[in-house]
């Protein structure tokens, strides 16, 4: 005899009460249990029980603190919780800063019920794969050079010591891993990684290199595992000779 599935648990971050309350109404009709903030303060306050939640539905426009910056916050201290953010606007540049804030997916108002379902459906779909090492098929650890990865518990070592790493960061390197010793275009990148399609926000990628090489490289000026191939993308040798 199992147990029954415990409900999952959203927190929809939201200052405009009658979305906020629709949000909620019909999030619950899914099964899931919700609860509102409506301010980054509250939602902040809410979140120091860091596990509490299984995913967040963050507006953008909030009174206090925006939803970029409460994103980029809860990264900073370490919760990974999958994060849909919401908001009026729907530029790639826009995408690309909730991203870069660390959100997981992004959601421009005004926004199809159902849209949203299943964006949460998926969000939380990849937290449970993450959870179930092996589950997913995916790569679960990586070896090079002086890193320890591992994807699943979001651990990340370099010669011994912990480093922060983002979820972005962790999801790039998590394709490279997948993909070593082949050149990943730009575009590629963008499309398989984050999700972002017909974007010319190629720049973001090679931050996210840069990054990458800060982490990981003994030099990140002359770099062995994150190269750069001209006019072509990167390629990561995880062993170089
Ligand atoms: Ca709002």
Not at 47 to 57: F, I, S
Not at 182 to 190: C, D, F, G, M
Request: with cysteine; aromatic share 8%.
């Amino acid at each position: 005899m199992s147990a029954p599935p415990q409900p999952q648990r959203l927190l929809v971050v939201e200052d405009e009460e009658h979305l906020a309350a629709g949000l909620k109404l019909n999030l619950e009709l899914e099964g899931y249990v919700v609860d509102v903030a409506t301010s980054a303060r509250q939602a902040s306050e809410r979140l120091v029980r860091a596990e509490a939640y299984d995913a967040l539905v963050l507006d953008v426009m909030l009174p206090d603190l925006d939803g970029f910056a409460l994103c980029r916050k809860l990264r900073d201290a370490g919760n990974f919780v999958p994060v849909i953010m919401l908001t009026a606007r729907s530029s790639a540049a826009d995408r690309v800063k909730g991203l870069e804030a660390g959100a997981d997916d992004y959601l421009a108002k005004p926004f199809e019920l159902a849209e949203l379902l299943a964006r949460v459906r998926s969000a939380l779909r990849r937290r449970a794969w993450e959870r179930d090492a092996g589950g997913s098929g995916r790569a679960a650890t990586l070896r090079f050079a002086e890193a320890e990865v591992d994807f699943e518990k979001h651990e990340v070592a370099v010669g011994g010591e912990a480093r922060k790493v983002t979820r972005l960061e962790l999801d790039l390197l998590r394709y490279f891993a997948e993909n070593p010793l082949r050149v990943l275009s730009r575009h590629e990148i963008l499309e398989k990684v984050w999700n972002i399609r017909n974007s010319n926000q190629t720049r973001t990628v090679d931050n996210f290199i840069a990054r990458l090489r800060r982490h990981f490289e003994a030099d990140a000026s002359s770099p062995r595992h994150f190269l750069s191939v001209r006019g072509a993308g990167y390629k990561f040798i995880p062993n170089p000779e």
